[in-house]
């Protein structure tokens, strides 16, 4: 069975966002870079895996092969996961947890590989040492994920743990977030959003767009308020090189010299929104008002804007044609000599902003297909 090279590994992101994610992953160091759907695997040193993990704003999880091979029944999976020697990835000690992605005539069923892959791992370890590593579900030790493509059988360690998305700033749940962190960091990247102006949501929620433009513009890590990884369980952590990137990092921070503003109607959303700012140390940079856009004020200095408005089934809207009008009606007016993002899953409703678009880009939020649209004002 081949084992993966020490220094490969695998990153996974959203559709549309591959290119963005290995621009990224080459600019922290990666070499050999291969794009994917969903994915780009590349090459790293120890440091630069460490680094990718800490300053990737658009990657959802890491994963490091193990080792890949072939196989058409479910004993025969069984028996060459038995043939692993599993002591040396993981401790009787530990906890540990499988996910299982299948597509497969033969595997058909993705629980079922789980606990065929639980299975190998555990008779081993009693077969062994007389104990075992048990399943935990939240935050394991170890976690592993098994890919089955037809018969090719493919197994990894996952660094990350928890998605990537879950920064650890977010204080408040309480408010619906249609939008995913690292989409949105996608997006700003993909607008080559700099921290250059002043920014502006007018839809802002509970403020995934803001923070992720604020952490761009101060260059704050976008790991830098997590502190859950699986790799820290991993045999080879080295914590004193961990340490050391997250130095480098937090002294790489800048200081933000303009104003992000974030406007909406609902109070509920703005309260979520200040909370969740300071949950990731950008409230002092932040300006956020109750307000709906019909009553915005005419801006006067250029700047930039990114919105993600209501589609009309995750947030009820009573006129969602009306709304996208009234949006297109507020950029045209108030938003003179500014660069104007709007990114939505209603392709019909975007049709009544009324406005030429500069850039179309398709990008997927979860399964719905969408577009972030540039309008230049001028």
């Not at 802002?204 to 990884?229: D, K, P």
């Amino acid at each position: 069975m081949p084992l993966a090279t020490s220094g490969e590994y695998l990153a996974k992101t959203f559709q549309g966002l591959e290119e963005i994610l290995a621009t990224e992953l080459q600019q922290l160091g990666a070499t050999n870079i291969k794009i994917r759907k969903r994915a780009v695997l590349f090459d790293a040193d120890l440091e630069t895996f460490y680094k990718v993990n800490y300053l990737s704003r658009t990657a959802l999880r890491f994963l490091k092969p193990i080792l890949h091979f072939r196989a058409s029944s479910y004993d025969e999976l069984y028996d060459k996961l038995s043939e692993i020697d599993w002591s040396k990835h993981l401790h009787y000690d530990q906890t540990f947890a499988i996910s299982s992605v299948v597509n497969s005539r033969v595997f058909d069923h993705s629980r079922y590989t789980t606990m065929k892959t639980k299975d190998a791992i555990v008779d081993q370890f009693r077969a062994r040492f007389r104990k075992r590593p048990f399943i935990e579900t939240y935050q394991p030790d170890i976690r592993f994920h098994i890919h089955i493509n037809d018969r090719n059988v493919r197994l990894y360690f996952d660094a990350s743990g928890e998605s990537l998305h879950k920064r650890g700033y977010r204080k408040d749940d309480t408010f619906p977030a249609p939008l995913s962190e690292c989409l949105a960091a996608g997006m700003l990247l993909q607008a080559r959003w700099d921290g250059s102006k002043d920014f502006v949501d007018p839809m802002c929620g509970s403020g995934t767009l803001l923070i992720e433009a604020g952490m761009i513009a101060r260059n704050i890590a976008a790991q830098r308020y997590r502190s859950y990884f699986s790799f820290h369980h991993w045999k080879d952590f080295q914590p004193k090189l961990w340490k050391k990137v997250k130095e480098d990092a937090i002294k790489n921070e800048r200081v933000f010299e303009h104003v992000i503003k974030g406007f909406d109607y609902n109070q509920k959303a703005l309260d979520a929104a200040a909370t969740n700012l300071r949950g990731a140390g950008l409230r002092g940079y932040t300006e956020l008002k109750l307000q709906d856009i019909n009553d915005m004020k005419a801006q006067t200095k250029p700047g930039f804007l990114m919105v993600n408005p209501p589609y009309g089934d995750n947030i009820k809207v009573a006129d969602i044609d009306l709304l996208y009008k009234q949006l297109g009606d507020m950029l045209k007016q108030k938003f003179n000599q500014w660069d104007a993002w709007v990114f939505t899953a209603n392709l019909d409703a975007l049709k009544n902003i009324g406005l030429k678009t500069s850039k179309r880009i398709p990008l997927f939020n979860g399964p719905k297909e969408s577009r972030l649209c540039l309008y230049e004002m001028y």
